[in-house]
T-cell receptor, first 109, second 114 residues
Framework: SQQGEEDPQALSIQEGENATMNCSYKTSINNLQWYRQNSGRGLVHLILIRSNEREKHSGRLRVTLDTSKKSSSLLITASRAADTASYFCATDKYDKIIFGKGTRLHILP | DGGITQSPKYLFRKEGQNVTLSCEQNLNHDAMYWYRQDPGQGLRLIYY???????QKGDIAEGYSVSREKKESFPLTVTSAQKNPTAFYLCASSAREPGDYGYTFGSGTRLTVV
């Protein structure tokens, strides 16, 4: 019962460039979250945006939410090698969170 | 520091065996979750529990069992009925509504059938 779907599936950019990932979802939500997963590790919560918010910032991260289009984007500015990871969007569904399949981001030196 | 501890990090299971994955949290979170992750598949929910002595099936509960006897602990048993158990298993917890606060994840257990 997948709710969110990330795009692109994979992304390679040069270090220092900005990386943008998108998430589309199907039903109405209360909140949308983004997580990062380094290879072979657990997920780390990055940022949460509520349905009544349009944009949120956290350090080099910028998240936007368009509830009319049922979509969100995650922008990572001035990318670093340490940003190489998979990024997942997650949407709330009753008493649990549903994750997408993720975007694999690779930062090239 | 508070967090979630999963053990073991790697686990090998023979055909027909049951194995139990441990998940312990000291965050005083009410809710706990088990996810399975296969390559390219994202995370799929196995079981979750919002209070002690109560739990609900997720999307792929067949072949798995759980218990929640203590708030801090939510072990997952992979039974012999699970035909394809090789995967990366992730435990998570949250304070009350996960949509409001997000999840804290453990570092995972990689299970391999030999």
């Amino acid at each position: 019962s997948q709710q969110g779907e990330e795009d692109p599936q994979a992304l390679s950019i040069q270090e220092g460039e900005n990386a943008t990932m998108n998430c589309s979802y199907k039903t109405s939500i209360n909140n949308l979250q983004w997580y990062r997963q380094n290879s072979g590790r657990g997920l780390v919560h990055l940022i949460l945006i509520r349905s009544n918010e349009r944009e949120k910032h956290s350090g080099r991260l910028r998240v936007t939410l368009d509830t009319s289009k049922k979509s969100s984007s995650l922008l990572i500015t001035a990318s670093r090698a340490a940003d190489t990871a998979s990024y997942f969007c997650a949407t709330d569904k009753y008493d649990k969170i549903i994750f997408g399949k993720g975007t694999r981001l690779h930062i090239l030196p | 520091d508070g967090g979630i501890t999963q053990s073991p990090k790697y686990l090998f299971r023979k055909e027909g065996q049951n194995v139990t994955l441990s998940c312990e949290q000291n965050l005083n979170h009410d809710a706990m979750y088990w996810y399975r992750q296969d390559p390219g598949q994202g995370l799929r929910l196995i079981y979750y529990s919002q209070i002690v002595n109560d739990f609900q099936k997720g999307d792929i509960a067949e072949g798995y069992s759980v218990s929640r006897e203590k708030k801090e602990s939510f072990p997952l048993t992979v039974t012999s009925a699970q035909k394809n158990p090789t995967a990366f298993y992730l435990c998570a917890s949250s304070a009350r509504e996960p949509g409001d606060y997000g999840y804290t994840f453990g570092s995972g257990t990689r299970l391999t059938v030999v």
